[in-house]
């Protein structure tokens, strides 16, 4: 079965590993500065902290950004402070995305997708922006940037109604190497957050990344992320302040090792990555019942998965199946879930593709083979 994920793993990876087996220090050594300081080089953004999951980052985010005592009366859904604010999300994307925000008490408002990018709308974001938002969410889909130029524009508009900005994070969990005009995501003005799982294009084994916009966030984070604890000060005789509580977030060295090896790797990766996605672009064009999604200009996707929109989905994974190709939706829609079934609303453009999106192996490991045969696969119908 040809897979549509495989993990990544550089040959020197091991040897880092063992390095931090040696040196006793598996948890707050040397690595994770290393690590951190390798990908703040490589994003252009030195305000970068690892942590031990894309989750937790997504977390950490949240708990800075949402804080309703850093809102104006004005923008509280009751006119009073401390009020339960929403926050601006997709349905279509894992799990983890959309569930810190329940973690934070805070309320989901679902925002629909466009059908063209499955990213978010924004015109239907836009029409959504109220005093109750905190927060907004959007997801890099797949590894392809949403248009972040026009989401600042409707922040701008936003801000001028309202009397303050929603703070955005971006969850680029699947899309390390994407860039948005020339930049990588991390750079415009957002929290980001990345995540280095194990089937991600760039490995830690487990781990991620968040990315802060300002100084200051990034003070708070790096506090935040440790329980509040300024680890460098000196906590021998317990007179130290915690200001402003946090969580136990930080990555280990072991996983920084194994992601310093595989960013040595992981241009590679991405540039096999993106000649098998411009393979199918070609080779899948024209084909009655397979409509491809959105390829803008400004933007170079990271491609995690290939995604196709497709007649009879069903028919379209058995046919795979029975030829040795792996296929998924990867995630179901997340306001299908009864833990949010108060949050329900109407969503067209979801709605309308939904049931159409499955996705195909497109990743660095396929062979020339390999991705010829699954686009015969496919131009042989189904």
Known sequence: ???????????????????????????????????????????????????????????????????????????????????????LSTPLTFEATNWPILAHGLRVRWVDVDPGTLTIDLDDLAAKISPATRAIVVVHWLGYPVDLNRLREILDRAEEAHGFRPVVIED????????????????????????????????AGSGGLIVLPDDDLHRRARLRRWLG????ADRVHGDYDVAEWGYRFPMNDISAAIGLSNLEIVDGLLARTRRNAAFYDKELSGIAGVEHTERADDREPSFWAYPLKVADRTSFMRKMADAGI?????????DA??????????????????DRVVNVPVGWWLSEEERAHIADTIRSGW
């Not at 792996?326 to 997340?334: D, G, L």
């Not at 949010?340 to 709605?351: I, N």
Request: glycine fraction near 12%.
């Open 172 to 203: 680029c969990a699947q899309a390390w190497g994407a860039t948005y005009r020339g930049a990588p995501l991390g750079n415009h003005g957002n929290v980001c957050v990345y995540s280095f799982g194990a089937i991600k294009i760039l490995t």
């Open 229 to 232: 604890i300024e680890r460098q």
């Open 337 to 354: 879930h009864s833990c949010v079934a108060a949050a329900r609303e109407e969503l067209p453009g979801l709605d309308g593709v939904h």
């Open 326 to 334: 792996m296929t998924s939706v990867i995630s179901r829609r997340n």
């Open 1 to 87: 079965m040809i897979p549509l994920f495989k993990v990544a793993m550089a040959p020197d990876a091991l040897g880092r590993i063992s390095e931090v087996l040696d040196s006793g220090r598996l948890e707050h050594g040397p690595k994770v500065a290393e690590f951190e300081k390798a990908l703040a080089l490589r994003l252009g953004n030195p305000r970068v902290l690892a942590v031990n999951c894309g989750t937790s980052g997504l977390h950490l985010a949240l708990s800075m950004v949402a804080d309703p005592d850093r809102f104006p009366a004005t923008a509280q859904p009751s006119g009073g402070a401390g009020g339960p604010g929403e926050v």
